[in-house]
């Protein structure tokens, strides 16, 4: 599986944002697009990860708040966003906001120490990247929703397009 950049710690440019008070980053080429938030409709059989779907240019996509997947405490959020992943199929998660491009050097990553995360957040969070404003850490989008996750939220719009 291509990683992209970030990843393979080589040189590349990472995204920002906060989620509450720390700062995050995903690398830019598995982004699609920055939405200003908007109003996300709730689907009452929906998995219980998935927070409900938008439409963006008249495709219907699954949206995930990240705060949650990643246990991040609920914090005052001036203006959330909504970030469209560029995936195998296109997922989007809120953010609670879009700070800044970073461009990264080889030697500006850190290892993840093992002791500080659990389970579900080592597999979203593949390391650190240390700046000038201090650590940024690099969320995998390929590894917020896991397998059967994937699976469950396939079989779940498969079946809603069966119905209309």
């Given at each position: 599986m291509d990683n992209g950049l970030i990843e393979n710690k080589e040189e590349g440019q990472l995204v920002t944002f906060l989620l509450g008070r720390e700062t995050?980053?995903?690398?830019?080429?598995?982004?699609?697009?920055?939405?200003?938030?908007?109003?996300?409709?709730?689907?009452?059989?929906?998995?219980?990860?998935?927070?409900?779907?938008?439409?963006?240019r008249e495709r219907v996509i699954p949206v995930v708040d990240l705060k949650k997947r990643l246990g991040v405490k609920k914090a005052e959020q001036a203006k959330q966003r909504i970030v469209i992943l560029d995936l195998d199929e296109p997922l989007g998660v809120i953010v609670d906001d879009v700070s800044k491009v970073l461009i990264l050097e080889a030697e500006d990553y850190e290892v993840l120490p093992e002791a500080v995360v659990g389970d579900r957040e080592r597999a979203c969070i593949s390391r650190l990247a240390k700046t000038d404003e201090g650590l940024v850490?690099?969320?995998?989008?390929?590894?917020?929703l896991s397998r059967g996750e994937i699976e469950t939220l396939k079989n779940f719009q498969e079946s809603r397009e069966g119905e209309g």
């Open positions: 995050y980053g995903i690398d830019i080429f598995k982004i699609q697009e920055v939405l200003h938030f908007q109003k996300i409709t709730s689907i009452p059989s929906a998995p219980g990860f998935v927070e409900g779907v938008i439409e963006v850490i690099i969320v995998s989008p390929e590894r917020i």
